[in-house]
């Protein structure tokens, strides 16, 4: 006795979208709080500071990195399970939040290699405007407006199809983070703790909203239709 082909393909499709489920939650689940866990851990932010802990400011760096990697898997399975349901409006929403976290992913790691090198030979340039070129200054702004965007973005369209909280987190903490990463940061100059207060501020409500993310993808049979 042989199954119909179709039988086979839809199971075959079912075992596809449940490890794509357990996938997301999965990397919510670590890629939220890790995430948090690394700014809460960040050290001064000022030159002699970081010359003279170098080591643990690359570590915390790279820590938040592989968080940010992480947070794009969790989107791009998110992308892949909600494709049909959330439709052709949903796509700009979704890779522009993609994008925004590669590219904060690619500022964290900018970040991470170049100031700890600077403030070795120029500490008092670190965290400061004389220490941004092109290069650097395309990753910084490319970074700074795609991720917040991507994230507001994203929370109007989780609203949309009933997860009010997930995309309210993500949406309110994503842009709280950005302006403390960079704008308070060189606004308040790198000595100041008001750029802790706005990034711890900003990761705590974004890491619980990528919780809520990964428990309603990682268990919601029927997505959004």
């Not at 400061?128 to 290069?135: G, P, Q, V």
Request: proline residues 5%; hydrophobic residues 50%.
């Amino acid at each position: 006795m042989t199954t119909p082909h179709g039988a086979v393909d839809r199971r075959d499709a079912e075992d596809d979208t449940r490890y794509v489920r357990m996938m997301v939650k999965l990397t919510a689940m670590i890629g939220g709080p890790l995430f948090l866990l690394t700014v809460i851990l960040h050290p001064a932010r000022d030159g002699h500071d970081i010359a003279a802990h170098a080591e643990w400011y690359a570590f915390t760096h790279s820590m938040e990195a592989i968080s940010l990697l992480v947070q794009a898997i969790c989107l791009a399975g998110v992308l892949a399970l909600g494709l049909r349901g959330f439709g052709p409006r949903g796509l700009p929403a979704l890779y522009t939040a993609l994008i925004g976290t590669i590219l904060w992913f690619g500022l964290i790691v900018f970040d991470g290699g170049h100031n700890p090198v600077t403030a070795r030979y120029a500490p008092d340039l670190v965290h400061t405007s004389k220490d941004l070129d092109i290069e650097g200054g395309i990753i910084v702004v490319a970074a700074n407006v795609l991720f917040p965007v991507g994230y507001v973005m994203l929370a109007l369209l989780l609203n949309r199809y009933g997860r009010r909280w997930a995309g309210l987190l993500l949406g309110f903490g994503g842009v709280v983070y950005a302006i403390g990463g960079t704008a308070a940061l060189f606004g308040f100059g790198p000595h100041s703790v008001v750029t802790s207060v706005f990034e711890i501020a900003g990761a705590a409500p974004y890491a619980y909203g990528y919780v809520l993310l990964g428990r309603a993808f990682g268990r919601v049979r029927n997505l959004p239709a």
